[in-house]
């Protein structure tokens, strides 16, 4: 089971640490992948952290400004948001799965656990 958590409100150019806790497996073994979701669109992909942890993917709109790290003896992802944006509003999912490839890490029908959303306001 996945929590996802630290979202809230920022001013543009602020920052906020997102989190994404799981219970039970670790976090080792699967990609973490983060979603976000505007209301009338589909998700989109944001970033992945890799299993293993040696590899990360961010979608050209956050490159450079968002980044990923692992606390394993957590269990918990963190996405690093900073320079944020208003277009960077969303709610955030984070999502696990051990059968993601490099060439699918930013497909959400690679994903097959999904925490709740947590929602991300950067006003202008």
């Known amino acids: 089971q996945l929590q996802a958590s630290g979202g809230g409100l920022v001013q543009a150019g602020g920052s906020l640490r997102l989190s994404c806790a799981a219970s039970g497996g670790s976090s080792r073994t699967y990609t973490t992948g983060w979603f976000r979701q505007v209301p009338g669109k589909g998700r989109e992909f944001v970033a992945a952290l890799f299993r293993g942890g040696s590899a990360t993917f961010f979608s050209e709109s956050v490159k450079g400004r968002f980044t990923l790290a692992r606390d394993n003896a957590k269990n918990t992802v963190y996405l690093q948001m900073n320079s944020l944006k208003p277009e960077d509003t969303a709610v955030y999912y984070c999502?696990?799965?051990?059968?993601?490839?490099?060439?699918?890490?930013?497909?959400?029908?690679?994903?097959?656990?999904w925490g709740q959303g947590t929602l991300v306001t950067v006003s202008s």
């Open positions: 999502a696990y799965s051990d059968r993601v490839i490099y060439s699918t890490v930013n497909r959400e029908s690679s994903y097959y656990s």
